[in-house]
Nanobody, 130 residues
């Protein structure tokens, strides 16, 4: 069974830092990219960053230069280091495997809000106050 357990969310002041962790099981990083997503109240589920199986990374424009994604194969973990946090970063953060793995394991079709529905876990709350 594919599982992704996230932790590390907290309440911080603007300009502060947090490190989120995503511990995965049921698949390997060779099988799937892993992405960090977030959803703020009233907003759509947003892709924040991805770490691909080939080592490449992606960042949303809103977090470039402030967030860093990394992966530890030995710990089956993907991390999101978040620096210079802003109130706009306030959201529940989730991690998820890629659409291809999801389809191969479930037969289901990926849709944009899927990662933020708690399909693989509760997510972790990040609150940034001004």
């Amino acid at each position: 069974e594919v599982q992704l357990v996230v932790s590390g969310g907290d309440s911080v002041q603007a300009g502060g830092s947090l490190r989120l962790s995503c511990i995965v099981s049921g698949f390997t990083f060779d099988d799937s990219d892993v992405g960090w997503y977030r959803q703020a109240p009233g907003n759509e589920c947003e892709l924040v960053s991805t770490f691909s199986s080939d080592g490449s990374t992606y960042y949303a424009d809103s977090v470039k230069g402030r967030f860093t994604i990394s992966q530890d194969n030995a710990k089956n973990a993907v991390y999101l280091q978040m620096n210079s946090l802003k109130p706009d970063d306030t959201a529940v953060y989730y991690c998820a495997p890629d659409a291809d793995l999801y389809h191969r394991r479930t037969g289901g079709s990926w849709f944009p809000s899927l990662p933020c529905l708690g399909r693989w876990g509760q997510g972790t709350q990040v609150t940034v106050s001004s």
